[in-house]
């Protein structure tokens, strides 16, 4: 089983924001991503959730294009 882990990262204002994440919760991290911009205590705004949103959705696209080209195989 090759299980691959997913960093993004934020760094705003001195305050340090690591996601570390695999396939299977990717949906999960996008809901954290929600939760810590409708918390007041945080510095952490709708528009970060947005931006590594989109950073998440954009690896998801390029690994499943990947996944569906097939390899070649070399002589």
Known sequence: MDENVNVI???????????????DSS?????TLGHYAADPELNFTWYDAAV???????????TKKTEDQPFRRSA
């Open 52 to 62: 590594l949103s989109q950073k998440v959705r954009r690896l998801q696209a390029s």
């Open 27 to 31: 949906s999960k991290l996008l809901q």
């Open 9 to 23: 990262a934020l760094v705003k204002d001195g305050e340090r924001y690591v996601f570390l994440y695999d396939e």
